[in-house]
């Protein structure tokens, strides 16, 4: 279990982190999103003492991370999958690891393999490709065999293969009972792979629940109409008040600011012939875009839109 109470972090005179409180559970997956900037990796470092907390405290399993007397056993981490020694190969990269921390060789060989490393584990590490890289960095993160893990963007340059080699490691790992804590920007793989999100945003905690209830918090008002008459019914729609119309294929239309009884009732009155009305269901990328609107530091001005519209207050972009 991870526990963040009032955790601060000042870099100058801002608060990069700025009083996180939040848990993290043991036996299931919790996705840590948010916006570039928003703090994601400062709080991973203060998780395992690479950053000191200006404020505020963070534990794992109760104790700080430099209270533990084997941290590597406790905690798994993966923060940034470059920090390898290049001319390194893979496998000497983790005995190297393996040794300082008690670990033994049969332990090295088992993460080779778990991690699908077999093949290349002579090889330079420095040769790696980023997917490669990747799984070097979470076969580290597993040599400890840790009861909690920390994966700042673990899938990160992997294949869909790789991907979903992930995600079925990561469910394996929490139904175990681990504590796992991912963030990924990837918000299709984060709906399929997380069970609890913590979002947040310039540094504060945004939302902190199951992933379903995020998403079922958002307010959709748009309503899938497939019928062969298309053209007609949106013409019709186009003359009611606050209707808009987006035509997603030669039969289909995406109208918000209206209703599925209205829209049915209609095209009843007109005749037209309706094959499927249904309100559309939001995802996750819907519900992040919707937490996280105030709080996107870094936007980037649509083509179309020469002046700018970001809600940014610093006026960064990047
Ligand atoms: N060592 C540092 N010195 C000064 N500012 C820093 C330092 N490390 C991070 N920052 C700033 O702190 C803020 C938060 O950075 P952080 O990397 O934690 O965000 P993030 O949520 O992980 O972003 P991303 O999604 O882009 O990885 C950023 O504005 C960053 O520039």
């Not at 997956?29 to 200006?54: E, H, Q, W, Y």
Request: proline share 4%; hydrophobic share 40%; charged share 20%.
């Amino acid at each position: 279990m991870i526990e963040a109470n009032g955790l601060t972090k000042r870099y100058g005179s801002r608060n990069v982190v700025d009083g996180m409180s939040f848990t993290v559970q043991p036996g299931k997956i919790t996705g840590f999103l948010g916006p570039n900037g928003a703090g994601k990796s400062t709080t991973m470092r203060m998780v395992v003492g690479l950053d000191r907390p200006t404020g505020g405290t963070v534990t794992v399993n109760g104790r700080r991370y430099a209270q533990h007397r084997a941290p590597l056993a406790e905690v798994g981490v993966l923060l940034d999958a470059k920090a390898v020694h290049g001319g390194r190969s893979a496998r000497e990269h983790l005995v190297a690891l393996a040794t300082t921390h008690g670990i033994g060789r049969r332990r090295v060989d088992e993460v080779v393999e778990l991690t699908g490393l077999t093949s290349v584990a002579r090889v330079r590490a420095g040769k790696f490709s980023l997917g490669m890289g990747q799984r070097l960095g979470i076969a580290a993160a597993l040599l400890g065999d840790p009861q909690t893990l920390i994966l700042d963007e673990p899938v990160n340059g992997l294949d869909p293969e790789g991907v979903l080699w992930v995600r079925t490691l990561l469910r394996g790992l929490a139904a175990e009972g681990r504590t796992v804590f991912l963030s990924s920007h990837l918000m299709s793989e984060m709906a399929l792979t997380a069970d609890h999100l913590i979002v947040v945003g310039r540094g504060q905690v945004i939302a902190d629940a199951p992933v379903d209830e995020i998403v079922s918090r958002v307010r959709t008002s748009t309503v899938r109409v497939r019928t062969p008459d298309a053209a007609r019914l949106a013409a019709l729609l186009s003359r009611e008040a606050g209707v808009e119309l987006a035509s997603t294929g030669a039969d289909l239309l995406d109208v918000t600011g209206s209703t599925a009884p209205a829209i049915a009732t209609l095209a009843a009155g007109a005749g037209i012939v309706l094959y499927e009305l249904a309100p559309v269901q939001a995802s996750l990328e819907d519900a992040y875009m919707q937490l996280t609107e105030h709080a996107v530091e870094y936007r980037a001005t649509p083509p179309d839109a020469p002046t700018a519209t970001s809600t940014s207050t610093s006026g960064a972009h990047r």
